[in-house]
C-alpha cells in the first residue's frame, strides 16, 4: 500500500536504502554470472571497492543474498559462493522438464500468434550472441514465454522461482561448451515450428530434446572433475 507520508522519510534512510539495493543487484549479477568451476571466496572489503559504497550496505547486501541461498558466510573469511552441484543441476532440469513440456503441450494451440512472438524473442537472441548473459536473458525470455501462454499461473509462478539458477547454469552450460549457443537456437527453431503447426506431441518433444541437451552441457565440467576440486575449496569441507 503506498505510504502518502513516504515522502517525508530522512533523506539519509533513502540513501541508505538505495546504497543497499545497488550493492545487492551488483552483487547478485556477479554471483549469477560467475562462470567459476570452483568455490569462489567474496569479502566486505573488496565488494566496497567494487561499487564504492560503505561497509553496512554491503553487509546487509550479502546477508539477504544468504537468505536467498547464493552464497554462504563463514565467520572470518568472507562469502563463500558455492560451486554448482550435480544434485542442484539434476533437480532444477527435472522440474524444468516437468513444467515446460506441459505448458509446451497447452501453448500449441496459439500456433502461428506465439510462435510469431517467439520469433522475435529467438532474433534478439540472435544479436546479442556474443554477450553470454544476455544470451541466457533472452533463452529465459524465450521459455518463459511458452509457460505463461500455458495460462496456468501457479506453474508460472513456479517457473519464476527457477529464474536465478536457471541463470548461473544457463551461463555455465555457454561458457563451457563450444558452439552451444548455435545448438540452443537450433533447439528453439525445432520448439517453434512444433507450436506453429499446432502440434502439442511435437513442441513438447522438442522442448524435451533440448532440455536433455542442455543437461548434458551441464554436466561436463562434472564429467570432467571439476566437482572434486570444488568440494575441496568449501568450508564445510575446509572445517572437517
Known amino acids: 500500500m503506498t505510504n502518502p507520508y513516504q515522502s517525508q522519510r530522512p533523506a539519509i534512510g ?7 539495493d545497488i550493492v545487492y543487484r551488483w552483487l547478485k549479477q ?33 546477508l539477504r543474498l544468504e537468505a536467498d541461498g547464493l552464497l554462504q558466510i563463514v565467520p572470518k573469511k568472507g562469502a563463500y559462493v558455492p560451486p554448482i552441484t550435480e544434485t542442484e543441476i539434476e533437480a532444477v532440469m527435472q522440474a524444468r522438464g516437468l513444467v515446460e513440456e506441459w505448458c509446451a503441450r497447452q501453448a500449441a494451440g496459439f500456433g502461428d500468434m506465439l510462435a510469431a512472438e517467439l520469433d522475435r524473442l529467438m532474433a534478439r537472441q540472435v544479436e546479442v550472441q556474443h554477450d553470454t548473459v544476455a544470451f541466457i536473458e533472452c533463452d529465459r525470455d524465450f521459455h518463459r514465454t511458452i509457460v505463461r501462454a500455458a495460462g496456468n499461473p501457479v506453474l508460472a509462478d513456479f517457473y519464476e522461482s527457477l529464474r536465478d539458477r536457471q541463470l548461473r547454469m544457463g551461463v555455465r552450460a555457454i561458457t563451457i561448451s563450444g558452439g552451444r549457443g548455435d545448438s540452443v537456437l537450433a533447439e528453439h527453431a525445432a520448439i517453434v515450428e512444433g507450436i506453429r503447426r499446432g502440434q502439442p506431441e511435437q513442441a513438447a518433444a522438442a522442448v524435451a530434446q533440448h532440455l536433455a541437451r542442455t543437461l548434458v552441457a551441464l554436466r561436463l565440467p562434472i564429467a570432467a572433475g571439476w566437482g572434486s576440486v570444488a568440494a575441496e575449496r568449501s568450508p564445510a569441507v575446509a572445517a572437517q
Open 30 to 62: 556477479y554471483v549469477l554470472t560467475l562462470p567459476s568451476r570452483e568455490g569462489t571466496f567474496l569479502t566486505e572489503a573488496e565488494v566496497c571497492r567494487e561499487t564504492g559504497t560503505s561497509r553496512t550496505p554491503v553487509r546487509e547486501a550479502l
Open 14 to 20: 533513502q540513501r541508505a536504502d538505495a546504497a543497499q
